[in-house]
């Protein structure tokens, strides 16, 4: 499933550079919602996201696709530049200035993602915090009187196997 759809597309740029670029003919496309280039340039554009998260390792695509509010036109904003890259492709006469520094700052979002960078700040990751370390003390282990502590010379000594400060 794609991250954004064709009107996505259209809101965020020229639509009558879109509609030269879905089509080789030299004639506009009328309707980019249903074009077949168009829309594979978004899947190829999501894929590419999902890429980038699987070589991260922070973010699983469930993740993204629950996204709202600005982190989801967010994304949309970089799966329409990873798109328009792709369509532009096909007819590089039309990249100009803008249209490249857009597809840049995608390529680097995707840099960061591929890195595992908190692009979104998905609420899981940030309420994960760190992992913490614990275990009986020291004293409550020699109250127990397990086998280590009767049998020392066979084990190694508590300082060596329970978390530090322990």
């Known amino acids: 499933m794609a ?4 009107q996505d597309l259209i809101d965020r740029f020229d639509k009558n550079l879109l ?5 080789d ?12 280039r168009v829309l594979a340039a978004l899947e190829d554009a999501s894929g590419r996201i999902e890429a980038a998260l699987r070589s991260g390792n922070r973010y699983l695509p469930s993740d993204l696709s629950g996204l709202s509010g600005s982190s989801q036109s967010y994304l949309k904003r970089i799966t329409c530049a990873l798109a328009l890259g792709y369509l532009v492709q096909s007819d590089i006469a039309r990249l100009d200035e803008g249209t490249q520094k857009t597809i840049e700052e ?3 979002v ?3 993602l591929r890195k595992g960078v908190d692009v979104f ?4 990751l940030i309420e994960a915090g760190t992992p913490k370390a614990d275990g009986p003390t020291a004293v409550k282990r020699q109250e127990l009187r397990l086998l280590p502590t009767r049998v020392r010379r066979f084990y190694p000594a508590d300082q060596g ?3 530090l400060g322990r």
């Open 106 to 108: 995608a390529e680097r």
């Open 3 to 6: 991250y954004a759809t064709a």
């Open 19 to 23: 509609a030269d670029m879905a089509r």
């Open 110 to 112: 995707l840099d960061l």
């Open 121 to 124: 700040g998905v609420d899981r």
């Open 25 to 36: 003919d030299g004639t506009p496309e009328s309707d980019l919602s249903t074009n077949a």
């Open 161 to 163: 196997r329970l978390p």
